[in-house]
């Protein structure tokens, strides 16, 4: 039982806002700071995006309009379901390869970040969040292993109302479907949750088809007046998520469709079965204090076949989280620690490609790999700890001072199965400091500015893709250091129905990693010395009327390399002064929702991103005479269109969407792959699509 109780989470309070907007927003309260505090006094950069914000998001298979009102938050839409999202906050994220890098998630307090820092968002069901809280910036001093911020994803499958079923339909262009059931209401003391559902997506590109499964089961039940217990349940299979991968500058803008003949041949694909659960106890000692805990594990089985590799990677992750919160009108105080393991079973054999008998059926993909000699047996394990403490004093009515502490210890370790069963490990630890500061300018307005130690290590896999392929952990790879310190001011003027929030930032960056690819498309990484990240982020929401609402988002950001020596064709080369690439130096969101009669919601976006360069040079490497617009991708806009009503049939339990992306039909690639080989660093993202949405109560 004590075990049980061993573990954290994030607390605060949860947003008080209705289905539809209002006029004055009630006062927001964040669980992401694992510290109970209301919105506009939080001593950092935080956002929420709730359900009204949701309900725009046009495409069901990815974040990207999302964060459309959250500055500092830039995704990649990959158009490629096998690699995911690309979500980057404040230049950090962008060398992610797959997934999410440098940015700790979660899905109802529990981590979908692995210990070794790396996340996967394949199982999150779109048509179930209820909102998301955002910290921006590095926040080690709480959550160790994240230099770029924390996502924190609440469902909304549980409900206080009687049983009820919720089917929905989702249909949408490229061969999108999507068939899901929602079976929620009160259940013995509390409130229960299920949801299944399946999907299918052809895709805009060749072979980038996919198929998924899922099902999500949550309960909520007071045991006591004092003890509240959270169970949740979260399954997701995919039996092919086929990868098309990147292209070069010319075909990206001609044939965007195009897959490259030594992605076919190799049957370039994921293939995914993973399980994850939780148990949250929250016990309120007295009405100071109080102790929440969580105990989670999650199974994940991978099958990666990529050009030159078949990965087969078997993995258990499992932790516990435990906080315990004392607060006062005048201090609040917050301690506990986080333990997390990572267990793998690593096999890497050759990629011989497919079958010739293979008829292109992505059922059959797998069946039909051929596999040659092994390259990788080993076994990866991650352990890690981290006690921390963090305390908020109010010093006057208007200055509230914050600061914090945290200890983080990571063992890396492979042993490898063939040969002379060698061993290698790895330790990293840091102690992370944070302090900073609120002030009330006003009722309405407040200043507040932070400094902020944090640290990020390698993932296995950065760590085993050596550059000279062998297995074990390169020793030569060292965790990213950041010392931050950003300022900010941020208000709610209830009386011009007007929010803000803007803020200035400046990260200094020690051995940040950086990706490359060898001539088989193999990822493997290094430190580039220092780089300097610093940025501008501003966010104007203003609700006139219960009519409209409409917001703008800027994010300014400029990332470049202090400290860079690379070897090229034997020689090297300091890159000091260039911009990192992947990451764009503007970004501009802009909304316009309006609201008819509680029963017709329509929303327009846009979003514009500027000009990135695609690799460190900046250019040609040394040597190639090629012209410098093959390395950058080019400035877009995207123009989206959402409608909604509800009360379809007059029952006011039916509901129909429609959505538009990328409304005028413009040519432009929504992510890159940073130092990619061959010069293929560009993902194009899809022509104009069309989605429908169709649910009701039962």
Known sequence: MALILVFILLHEKTVAQSVLYETQLDSVVVSVGRVNNEFKILPYSASIIDSNQLMGAINPLSLKE???????????????????????????????????????????????????????????????????????????????????????????????????????????????????????????SGSSGINIYTSNYDGFRNHSESRMYGANIISNQSISDKLNLTLLLNYYYTPYLLNPSSLNKEDAENDPTKVRESIINSGSAKKVNQTQ?????????????????????????????????????????????????????????????????????????????????????????????????????????????????????????????????????????????TGDNAVHEKYMDKISPTVGFNYSISDYINIYSSITSSFQTPTTNELSNTPSGEGGLNPLLNPEVINSIEAGIKGDVSSLNIDFDAAIFLMDITDQLV??????????????????????????????????????????????????????????????????????????????????????????????????????????????????????????????????????????????KLGVENLFNIRYNGSIVPNAFGNNFYEPGSDRAFFVSLNFRL
């Open 66 to 188: 999302v964060f459309i009102s959250t500055p500092g938050v830039i995704v990649n839409n990959r158009f490629n379901l096998a690699q995911g999202d690309r979500i980057i906050i404040r230049g950090l994220g962008s060398r992610a390869q797959f997934g999410v890098r440098g940015i700790k998630i979660f899905l109802d307090d529990i981590p979908l970040t692995f210990p070794d820092g790396q996340s996967q968002l394949n199982n999150l069901n779109m048509s179930y969040i209820k909102n998301i809280e955002v910290v921006r910036g590095p926040n080690s001093s709480l959550y160790g292993n994240a230099s770029g911020g924390v996502i924190s994803i609440k469902s909304n499958l549980v409900s206080k109302e009687n049983i009820y079923i919720k089917p929905e339909f989702n249909y949408g262009s490229f061969g999108f479907w999507k068939f899901g059931v929602d079976l929620s209401g009160n259940l013995l």
């Open 277 to 417: 659960a939780g148990v949250t106890l929250n016990y309120k000692i007295s009405d100071l204090s109080s102790i929440k805990s969580t105990i989670y594990a999650i199974k994940r089985n991978l099958l990666n076949s990529i050009p030159s590799r078949i990965i087969d990677l078997d993995r258990l992750s499992y932790g516990l989280r435990n906080t315990f919160h004392y607060q006062t009108n005048s201090v609040n105080i917050i301690a506990g620690f986080d333990l997390e393991v990572q267990d793998d079973i690593r096999l890497e054999y050759r990629n011989e490609g497919v079958e010739n008998s293979w008829n292109g059926d992505p059922s059959e993909l797998f069946d039909n790999l051929i596999y040659g000699e092994i390259l990788l047996n080993q076994d990866e394990f991650v352990f890690g700890i981290g006690p921390f403490i963090r305390a908020e004093f109010e010093i006057t009515e208007n200055l509230l001072i914050a600061g914090g502490l945290r200890y983080d210890y990571f063992n890396f370790k492979v042993e490898e199965r």
């Open 515 to 656: 990706v490359n690819q060898n001539i088989f498309e193999e990822s493997y990484y290094t430190n580039s010395g220092k780089s300097e990240n610093k940025g501008f982020e501003f966010a104007l929401n203003w609700t006139p009327s219960e009519l409209l609402r409409t917001g703008l988002t800027y994010s300014n950001n400029n990332m470049i390399f202090k400290d860079y020596v690379v070897k090229h064709n034997n020689q090297s080369y300091q890159l000091n002064g260039n911009y990192l690439p992947g990451i764009p130096k503007h970004q501009i969101n802009y909304y316009l929702s309006l609201n008819f009669m509680d029963k017709l919601f329509a929303q327009a976006t846009l979003n514009y991103t500027s000009e990135m360069f695609v690799n460190d040079f900046n250019g040609s490497p040394p040597g190639l005479d090629s012209p410098q617009y093959n390395y950058i991708n080019e400035a877009y806009h995207l123009v989206g269109f959402t409608i909604i009503y509800r009360d379809l049939i007059g029952s006011g339990n039916m509901n129909l």
